[in-house]
């Protein structure tokens, strides 16, 4: 079983940056591929980016790979989401989720734990 908390979100101005953190529970975290995906009101959860078991490969996107960056540290067991020049549009409840020994899917399915989400506001 592995547990994901996410944190970082908050209110901020649209332009800015904000790095988002999902600290995992299990001490094999460096064999768990992870991803990001957000969901807005009344819309589908959507992909975001996604970051290898070992770190070596990463995929995002085509909406966010200009702005945001996916990174882990294996020590902390932690993977990372940094987003750049926010938009009001980005707004949303942003999840990590994980899986085991995977590379980088997309689809929320192919992702066995979720952490509770962090919400992330924009503001004009």
């Known amino acids: 079983q592995v547990q994901l908390l996410e944190s970082g979100g908050g209110l901020v101005q649209a332009g800015v940056s904000l790095t988002l953190s999902c600290a995992a529970s299990?001490?094999?975290?460096?064999?768990?591929?992870i991803a990001w995906f957000r969901q807005a009101p009344g819309k589908e959860r959507e992909f975001l980016a996604a970051?290898?078991?070992?770190?070596?490969?990463?995929n995002y996107a085509d909406s966010v790979k200009v702005r945001f960056t996916i990174s882990r540290d294996n020590a902390k067991n932690t993977v990372y989401l940094t987003m750049n020049s926010l938009k009001p549009e980005d707004t949303a409840v942003y999840y990590c989720?994980?899986?085991?020994?995977?590379?980088?899917?997309?689809?929320?399915?192919?992702?066995?734990?979720w952490g509770q989400g962090t919400q992330v506001t924009v503001s004009a």
């Open positions: 970051i290898s078991w070992d770190g070596g490969s990463t």
């Open positions: 299990t001490r094999t975290f460096r064999n768990y591929g």
């Open positions: 989720a994980a899986a085991y020994l995977t590379r980088t899917r997309i689809r929320d399915v192919d992702y066995d734990y």
